[in-house]
T-cell receptor
Framework: AQKVTQAQTEISVVEKEDVTLDCVYE???????LFWYKQPPSGELVFLIR??????QNEISGRYSWNFQKSTSSFNFTITASQVVDSAVYFC???????????FGKGNQVVVIP | DTAVSQTPKYLVTQMGNDKSIKCEQN?????MYWYKQDSKKFLKIMFS???????INETVPNRFSPKSPDKAHLNLHINSLELGDSAVYFC?????????????FGPGTRLTVT
């Protein structure tokens, strides 16, 4: 069965600090996709990034960066120079062929203190 | 223009009532989903339709019945509402049922059963 673990529940940082969110996943499948979604206080779910299991290239997009390491089954997410608008719950999710079910972690609540 | 829309945004009702939540997407996607987010923010898939065909039906009480009149719409009807049905229900869509496409979520419907 597939499983996504986000161990940190709530993370508080002072504005302009960096914050890294850990995501560890379990799957026996060799072909799968990983996602990060953001849920701000307004409640909607916003897609941030998708990575497939064959693409371990890490990426930076503005203040966001992702570190995918297949060897440790981790897909971590970093916000650089955090801002108050980054306060949200961030979800890591996994889907693999033959299942088609997006399995979410429990989410990381990020609180950015001005 | 809203990509995935849901109505209503808030729904307060009494136990035993029957209610429906509507979802529409204007992205031209052919796969749609219903997710439930509980009070601890845990997200779990309930149903998925591909071109009006039910492809995922998780272990959900049969009081919940999805209906897809066309591939742009997926409605959720709930009979005999119970207190435990209180949650936020999200509709989502993706381009196809292939796992390499991200899912886009609606704004959510907060259902409160009293």
């Amino acid at each position: 069965a597939q499983k996504v673990t986000q161990a940190q529940t709530e993370i508080s940082v002072v504005e302009k600090e960096d914050v890294t969110l850990d995501c560890v996943y379990e799957t026996r499948d060799t072909t799968y996709y990983l996602f990060w979604y953001k849920q701000p206080p307004s409640g909607e779910l916003v897609f941030l990034i998708r990575r497939n299991s064959f693409d371990e290239q890490n990426e930076i997009s503005g203040r966001y960066s992702w570190n995918f390491q297949k060897s440790t089954s981790s897909f971590n997410f970093t916000i650089t120079a955090s801002q108050v608008v980054d306060s949200a719950v961030y979800f890591c999710a996994l889907i693999f062929y033959g299942n088609n079910r997006l399995a979410f972690g429990k989410g990381n609540q990020v609180v950015v203190i001005p | 223009d809203t990509a995935v829309s849901q109505t209503p945004k808030y729904l307060v009702t009494q136990m035993g009532n029957d209610k429906s939540i509507k979802c529409e997407q204007n992205l031209g996607h052919d796969t749609m989903y219903w997710y439930k987010q509980d009070s601890k923010k845990f997200l779990k898939i309930m149903f998925s339709y591909n071109n009006k065909e039910l492809i995922i039906n998780e272990t959900v009480p049969n009081r919940f019945s999805p209906k897809s009149p066309d591939k742009a719409h997926l409605n959720l009807h709930i009979n005999s509402l119970e207190l435990g049905d209180s949650a936020v229900y999200f509709c989502a869509s993706s381009q196809t049922r292939d796992i390499n496409y991200e899912q886009y979520f609606g704004p959510g419907t907060r259902l409160t059963v009293t």
